[in-house]
């Protein structure tokens, strides 16, 4: 390869630094230049400079073959030279995170994989500020630490246990679950691990110090060990991460309950030195050899299972399912694609009315990003932005956002407004109130037509910093806006301290508030009358339903956002052929909320004696299901139910009705922690291989039901005499 260092060499934004050697000791050019070339040369550490969107300035010769192997490293993202962090846990200092705040840092550690080697780093730098005082980048130090963190771990290789907590510590703890797999193994004997992360640890932390935080570990992992009951199956992995291990239990009913109770135990108040504190937890559970033969496979699952409690609200537990690692490689696909995305424009805005409720006038528009992604079509926000919120990504999308929404509604007739997302990774960006200002400039939009939509979760930050941005986004004329009140942690202080001018309260609320309990509609009520107090706007988003806006106005609500009056649609349908410049739209939608019952259209298969056939679920429940697509089966008729993912119950038929039959469980399903329900036990395929089931079930069932679909084939008689009979019924 024509060397890269050669070329990157030219671009040396190196040069400062020499200065910086130059004037510390006195030497000159070419001797300073000296000293770092002998620097780099004796493997003490290498140089790194970026851009201001990251991108590889320069990179000491020495760390390429490490870092990037043969391949080119200019304009390359710095941090994707490192293997991403772990997402989900709240409040680590990586490297995307330090780069979104352009501020200083020093040793942040980050790890690479090449070729198998895995090598850890600690990195250090600063910003690059340009003659106008513009941040441009970041110059630093990296070295390689991992020899060093060996040696750490080496001395520590007697040590056993976590000096903190008692608990057993990482290493030993892998060393056992090798071992106890090892051993299972050739026996076939399950084993359970469960992960555990505490939610909002780090804002105990942050807010009572790290001596509180301490004492709040320590609680818990009396509390883990009162509920486990071993002390010897309990792990803490670091930080505020803590594993457990089941030998001989693949019972998803039992683990479920322990998970559960750890999750009701964990949560229930702690009292530290006079300060009282609440944490919440997730769990994810993976089960051997189901979910995996060796340790390293079963803890993998485990930590996608945990991630997936964690994004499907807090306080939850997940099993590991195939679907998580299906959608762990999307993830992976979607964040290695959306950097191009940005370039080729594959990102588009759309907007949803924002309505005044008493006059039907539409007095604004909220832009919601989506991406048309040239294979999977248009991809939801709500998919994709996490992903984007785990590197440095979201702040380059979200700066498009807003200059795309500005430009827009620059356009728009009077003084109709534009309300912008802003992600707290964006809010943490010292630089953020100069992006706004610019766009503002660039695009003359009003200030004040420009709003801006937060949620709680900015502040989650260190008190000053947030102060300090509310202050210079007020300062610009922006409005701001309290984004899904009546979710997070709904603190009506964030109301009294924090400077908006709106609040939204929250589709959840909206939906909770007009069923039978009336305990939302007081909270909402309670909300309004302060923010009124407070002399801030309102909005309901997610109205639906008449009853819903009737609601919304009894509420004394000024604003509405929802289906009732328009979705979100392209820009090219909003504010046209309007002779007075005003949109006014008539509220559209039923009259009630349909009570949500869960319809299910999935395929299953039901065997009964040497057939396996294809049937729809159409209802669960814990004792028992409806299921369709097998005409006139006898009550009284044995079926072993297949639900997929080695699932299998046996299930007798009780009710029956042309092609629809209630089935009765022999056991009844379990919790899977999601709202949703699964067998206790699961069977590996050369079971049931052993027992004669199809070896593709899965893809029966799909083809089956699509050739169901189609009307290619008719549903399948189930006795032979009705068979016979409406053969001779369809023949006269
Ligand atoms: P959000 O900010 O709470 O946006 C409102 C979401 O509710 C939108 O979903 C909207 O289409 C939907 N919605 C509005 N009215 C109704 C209704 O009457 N019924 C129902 N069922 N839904 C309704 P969308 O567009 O899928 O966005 C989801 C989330 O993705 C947003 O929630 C927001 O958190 C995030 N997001 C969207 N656009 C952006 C963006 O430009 N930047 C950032 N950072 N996040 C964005
Ligand atoms: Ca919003
Ligand atoms: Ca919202």
Known sequence: MASLYSRLKTQIAVAPTRVAVERSFGLHGADAEQMCATFEALNLGGF?????????????????????????????DFVTLFVRPRAGIDGQRTLPFVFARKGRFEAVIARSELDEREIVWSV???????????????????????????????ASQLATTDALTGLLNRRHMTNILKRTFAAFAPQRRPCAVMLIDL?????????????????????????????????????????????????????????????????????????????????????????????????????RNADLALYAAKHSGRGRFRFYSNEMLESAEQRRHLEETMHDALIKGEFELHYQPLVDLASNRVVGTEALVR??????????????????????????????????????????????????????????????????????????????????????????QEGEATDAMFKSLKGLGVRLVLDDFGTGYSSLSYLKNAPFDKIKID????????????????????????????????????????????????????????YIYSKPVRVEHLFVDLPDEEWVIEPEGPAKQRHERRAMFRTIGVIHE??????????????????????????????????????????????????????????????????????????????????????????FLTKQAGLLASGKISLPCFSVANRKARREQALT
């Open 48 to 76: 790194w400079s970026t851009d201001a969107a990251g991108r590889i300035g320069y990179l000491s010769a020495g760390l390429l073959a490490a870092l990037v192997g043969d391949s080119d490293a200019a304009g390359r």
């Open 124 to 154: 250090s730098g600063e910003p690059i500020v340009d003659g106008d005082g513009e941040f441009a980048g970041f110059r630093g130090h990296i070295v390689d630490v991992t020899r060093d963190r060996q040696s750490a771990e080496e």
């Open 199 to 299: 939610d909002r640890f780090k804002q105990v932390n942050d807010t009572l110090g790290h001596a509180v935080g301490d004492t709040l570990l320590k609680q818990v992992a009396q509390r883990l060990i009162k509920v486990v009951g071993d002390k010897d199956r309990i792990c803490r992995l670091g930080g505020d991460e803590f594993q457990v291990m089941f030998p001989d239990v693949e019972d998803r009913g039992r683990l479920g309950d322990v998970a559960g109770r750890i999750i009701t135990m964990l949560s229930e108040p702690y009292t530290i030195e006079g300060n009282r504190c609440t944490i919440g937890t997730s769990v994810g559970i993976a089960v051997s050899p189901y979910d995996g033969e060796t340790a390293d496979d079963v803890v």
């Open 371 to 460: 991406w048309n992604h040239p294979e999977s079509g248009l991809i939801s926000p709500a998919l994709f932005i996490p992903i984007a919120e785990e590197s440095t990504m979201i702040c380059r999308i979200g700066e498009w956002i807003l200059r795309k929404a500005c430009e827009d509604a620059a356009r728009w007739p009077g003084r109709v407004r534009v309300a912008v997302n802003v992600s707290p990774v964006q809010f943490a960006d010292p630089q953020f109130p100069r992006i706004v200002a610019t766009v503002l400039m660039a695009t003359g939009l009003d200030p004040d037509r420009l709003e801006l939509e937060l949620t709680e979760s900015v502040f989650l």
């Open 507 to 562: 589709q959840s609320f909206v939906r909770g508030a007009t069923s039978n309990d009336n305990r939302n509609r007081a909270i909402i009520s309670a909300i309004v009358a302060l923010a009124n107090a407070l002399g801030m706007d309102t909005i309901a988003e997610g109205v639906e339903t008449f009853d819903q806006l009737d609601m919304v106005r009894d509420l004394k609500i000024g604003m509405v956002q929802g």
């Open 610 to 699: 040497d057939h396996y056939y294809p049937v729809t679920l159409r209802n669960l429940s814990q004792s028992g299901a409806l299921i369709e697509g097998l005409l006139d089966v006898p009550i009284g008729t044995p079926f072993m139910v297949d639900f997929g993912e080695g699932q299998f119950e046996l299930a007798t038929v009780v009710r029956s009705r042309e092609s629809s039959q209630g089935i009765s469980f022999a056991r009844d399903l379990v919790s899977d922690g999601n709202g949703g329900l699964c067998t206790r036990h699961r069977f590996m395929q050369h079971h049931l291989v052993a027992a004669g089931v199809p070896r593709n079930t899965e893809e």
